[in-house]
């Protein structure tokens, strides 16, 4: 069987040569690795990213290196990095932070740099020493985030790189609801590389918050921060809701995991009938709202982050993925399981009066199968089990209708 989408490969032993071969180019000398993260798409491509161990001139450090195949061969922006040969396969390959679709990625990651950005921003006059980064996302060729602080000043920022066609589109939202008013994160500083530095948001995630007693906030809080993003969200560019991509995230699913095949087929054809007649909505919607984008400070709503898939949609797609995550939520004790699902009880009346009950209920199935993907793709150690797991919780909010 051809394995054009590298998929195997990537994830097989065999890709030691690859990445002893990659991380010889810059005089380093390959010691051990691991697999640290696999985005698919089945017959088409693979991105793999590994945490190596590499011994180099300095000592033994730890690298991170990233590996892409596509069934069609490279692409013109793989020709940023360094393209390797398996067999008939070829293979861009990358240490971070040298990642080929985000060309900002390595200034975001030199402190020298980000001095020196600050500077000339007028924000802070501040020598690199006194700065520090750390990378708390990254999805390999799509996107990173770094936190920046400078302690001396207080300053905590937040570094995010893009997509040079993803840039214009994201700067324009953060200024449309920093200019309407509501609690987003101010752009401080722009760049022709395609970094955003943003202001810190106050309060906690509500994802921290989650476990407070009292609730750290009320669901029609919520409801009404949604509510509140001006008209103009209505106006930009649409991004279809999780339940258009259903059949594909099932089948991403299903790729890794076969015999979850009758079981998300079931799912997929529910979702999908159930929610063929409604318009596509043309309310301003987040796009991808669940309690990490949430911020809470003294039992109030105090910012909305993460605002780049803001567009028209139907309000239960929002309501909905907060649904779904909340009842995604992994690794917890007996107290907190407990406390998320009355927190939940408690929230879903709030949430059915303001949409139809079926259609949250629909929309967040389609949602629980999107995060589905993640065990698999974050390469948790019970990836198998814990996406059994997730499936279940689809089945059961579609059970309850």
Same mark, same amino acid.
């Given at each position: 069987m051809?394995?054009?989408?590298g998929?195997?490969l990537?994830t097989?032993?065999a890709v030691?040569?690859?990445? &002893?071969?990659?991380v010889?180019r810059?005089?380093?000398?390959?010691?051990s690795?691991?697999?640290?993260?696999?985005?698919?798409d089945p017959?088409?491509?693979?991105?793999? /990213?590994?945490?190596?161990r590499?011994?180099?001139p300095?000592?033994?450090?730890?690298?991170?290196?990233?590996l892409?195949?596509?069934?069609?061969g490279?692409?013109?922006v793989?020709?940023?990095?360094?393209?390797l040969?398996?067999g008939?396969?070829?293979v861009a390959?990358?240490l971070?932070?040298h990642?080929p679709?985000?060309?900002?990625?390595a200034?975001?990651a030199?402190?020298?740099?980000?001095?020196?950005?600050?500077?000339?921003?007028?924000?802070l006059?501040v020598?690199?020493?006194?700065?520090?980064?750390?990378?708390?996302?990254y999805?390999p060729?799509?996107r990173?985030v770094l936190?920046l /602080?400078?302690?001396r000043?207080?300053?905590?920022?937040?570094?995010?790189?893009?997509?040079?066609?993803q840039?214009?589109?994201?700067?324009?939202?953060?200024?449309?609801?920093?200019a309407a008013?509501?609690?987003?994160?101010?752009?401080?500083a722009?760049t022709?590389?395609?970094?955003?530095?943003?202001?810190? /948001?106050?309060g906690?995630p509500?994802?921290?918050?989650l476990?407070?007693?009292?609730?750290?906030?009320?669901?029609e809080?919520?409801?009404?921060?949604?509510d509140?993003m001006?008209?103009?969200?209505a106006?930009?560019s649409?991004?279809?809701?999780?339940?258009?991509?259903v059949r594909?995230?099932?089948?991403?699913?299903?790729?890794?995991?076969?015999?979850?095949s009758?079981?998300?087929?079931r799912l997929v054809h529910?979702?999908s /009938?159930?929610?063929?007649?409604?318009p596509a909505?043309?309310?301003?919607?987040?796009?991808?709202?669940y309690?990490a984008q949430?911020?809470?400070?003294?039992?109030?709503?105090?910012g909305?982050?993460?605002?780049?898939?803001?567009?028209?949609?139907?309000?239960?797609d929002d309501? &909905?993925?907060?649904?779904a995550?909340?009842?995604?939520?992994?690794?917890?004790?007996?107290?907190?399981?407990?406390?998320? &699902?009355r927190?939940?009880?408690d929230?879903?009346?709030?949430?059915?009066a303001?949409?139809d009950p079926?259609?949250?209920?629909?929309r967040?199935?389609?949602v629980?199968?999107?995060?589905?993907?993640?065990p698999?793709r974050c390469?948790?150690?019970?990836w198998?089990?814990?996406t059994?797991?997730?499936?279940?919780?689809?089945e059961?909010?579609?059970?309850?209708?």
């Amino acid at each position: 069987m051809e394995d054009l989408d590298g998929a195997r490969l990537l994830t097989s032993e065999a890709v030691v040569t690859l990445l &002893a071969e990659l991380v010889g180019r810059s005089d380093a000398t390959l010691e051990s690795w691991s697999l640290n993260h696999v985005d698919a798409d089945p017959g088409r491509s693979t991105t793999a /990213t590994y945490k190596v161990r590499v011994a180099q001139p300095g000592g033994l450090a730890m690298r991170t290196v990233g590996l892409t195949v596509r069934a069609q061969g490279p692409s013109a922006v793989d020709a940023r990095a360094a393209l390797l040969r398996v067999g008939d396969q070829q293979v861009a390959g990358w240490l971070f932070p040298h990642d080929p679709d985000l060309p900002g990625l390595a200034r975001a990651a030199s402190r020298v740099q980000m001095a020196a950005l600050l500077t000339r921003a007028g924000l802070l006059q501040v020598k690199p020493g006194d700065l520090s980064l750390e990378l708390i996302g990254y999805r390999p060729r799509r996107r990173a985030v770094l936190k920046l /602080t400078v302690a001396r000043s207080g300053l905590v920022a937040y570094v995010k790189v893009f997509r040079p066609a993803q840039f214009e589109a994201v700067r324009q939202r953060h200024e449309i609801l920093s200019a309407a008013g509501l609690p987003s994160p101010r752009v401080l500083a722009a760049t022709a590389d395609h970094l955003l530095v943003i202001e810190a /948001t106050a309060g906690r995630p509500l994802a921290r918050a989650l476990f407070d007693q009292p609730a750290p906030v009320a669901a029609e809080q919520i409801v009404a921060l949604l509510d509140a993003m001006p008209a103009q969200v209505a106006e930009l560019s649409r991004r279809p809701p999780w339940a258009a991509s259903v059949r594909h995230y099932a089948g991403l699913v299903e790729a890794n995991l076969p015999s979850l095949s009758r079981r998300l087929g079931r799912l997929v054809h529910q979702v999908s /009938t159930g929610l063929a007649d409604l318009p596509a909505g043309e309310e301003p919607t987040h796009g991808d709202f669940y309690e990490a984008q949430i911020f809470v400070q003294s039992g109030r709503v105090s910012g909305l982050i993460d605002v780049d898939t803001i567009g028209p949609g139907r309000r239960a797609d929002d309501l &909905a993925c907060l649904l779904a995550h909340l009842n995604c939520i992994q690794r917890m004790n007996a107290t907190q399981a407990e406390i998320v &699902a009355r927190l939940i009880q408690d929230w879903l009346p709030v949430f059915e009066a303001r949409v139809d009950p079926t259609e949250l209920r629909l929309r967040a199935a389609a949602v629980v199968i999107s995060l589905a993907t993640g065990p698999f793709r974050c390469q948790e150690r019970d990836w198998q089990r814990e996406t059994g797991a997730i499936v279940a919780k689809a089945e059961s909010l579609v059970a309850a209708i």
